[in-house]
């Protein structure tokens, strides 16, 4: 994950988004491969108007990128797990870098409350998921203490349900 995306602030001003931006980015979350035709179409806007459109929320960091939904267990990654981690005062930046590192690693949140970071893996069984739980994880100086929890079943809700 690029270092400005969970600690600096965007370069423009945020500006909301008109109702036609906000359709076309509903139709790319459901289908990131929808061809600037069918986007076109669906929000009866032209081609050349999507085309804009898309590039300028590309451009704004609006769109961040496009990617596939994986079924991790298909896969080969049949365990999955939310960390909790509490971490040293002030070392953020560096745990953070290091979990990017991480085999498996999906997501990276800094949050508030009881702990300090949630952190989502994928693993291709559990004992992988103790390995880098154990070892890994756990043998950071940063990282005070940890919570695992296992994901049982999972599955990606539609966008703007």
């Given at each position: ?10 370069a423009q ?11 076309i ?13 069918s ?7 032209s081609?050349a ?15 961040r990128?496009f ?9 080969g990654?049949g ?5 909790t ?12 870098a290091?979990l990017?590192?991480?085999p ?10 009881d702990f300090?970071v ?21 043998g950071?100086?940063?990282?005070l203490s ?16």
């Amino acid at each position: 994950m690029p270092e400005d995306q969970l600690t600096s602030r965007p370069a423009q001003p945020v500006r909301p988004l008109d109702p036609i931006d906000a359709a076309i980015l509903r139709l790319l979350r459901a289908d990131g491969r929808a061809s600037i035709r069918s986007v076109a179409e669906q929000v009866h806007i032209s081609r050349a108007n999507a085309y804009a459109r898309i590039n300028r929320l590309i451009e704004e960091g609006v769109i961040r990128g496009f990617t596939a939904r994986v079924d991790h267990e298909r896969a080969g990654q049949g365990a999955s797990a939310y960390i909790t981690l509490k971490i040293v005062q002030d070392s953020w930046r560096t745990v953070r870098a290091k979990l990017e590192a991480l085999p498996g690693a999906a997501h990276i949140a800094l949050v508030s409350g009881d702990f300090d970071v949630l952190l989502l893996v994928h693993t291709a069984d559990n004992r992988a998921l103790r390995e880098l739980v154990l070892t890994r994880i756990q043998g950071m100086p940063e990282v005070l203490s940890t919570r695992t929890l296992l994901v049982f079943e999972e599955r990606d809700l539609p966008p703007d349900r």
